[in-house]
């Protein structure tokens, strides 16, 4: 990420972890990066472990931000939290991927935002 761009997705991230944090989630890691890519936030929601990609948008000049991520990018972080999972956390049960979404006048938690099929 470029400078302003890095700064403005740590605000972005920042304002996450708040929103989390009052929704009863407990921030583990944050920018968690493996050999496939990064996790934003790796929170504990109960008993479930939540894999959170923060996307904020200034302008929806390119759709919103929960429409940003692509397949591409749902299966890094997939990869990266099966690595994450064997590598730090072998006795995780349960596990999910969330998403918050920021845009310009609205903040917006989607919780198991997309499935993993295994097939």
């Known amino acids: 990420m470029k400078g302003s761009s890095r700064v403005k997705g740590l605000k972005g991230e920042d304002l996450a972890v708040e929103i989390l944090k009052k929704d009863g989630y407990k921030i583990i890691e944050r920018n968690y990066r493996s050999p496939f890519g990064e996790i934003d936030i790796i929170a504990r929601c109960g008993d479930t472990i939540a894999f959170v990609e923060v996307k904020k948008r200034d302008s929806k000049t390119f759709g919103d931000s929960l429409s940003s991520i692509d397949e591409k990018k749902k299966r890094r972080i997939v ?3 099966m690595y994450y999972l064997k590598k730090e956390r072998q006795d995780a049960k349960k596990f999910r991927f969330d998403v918050v979404g920021i845009d310009e006048k609205s ?9 993993v099929d295994w097939t």
């Open 79 to 81: 990869m990266t939290a």
């Open 107 to 115: 903040v917006k938690v989607v919780k198991n935002a997309f499935i």
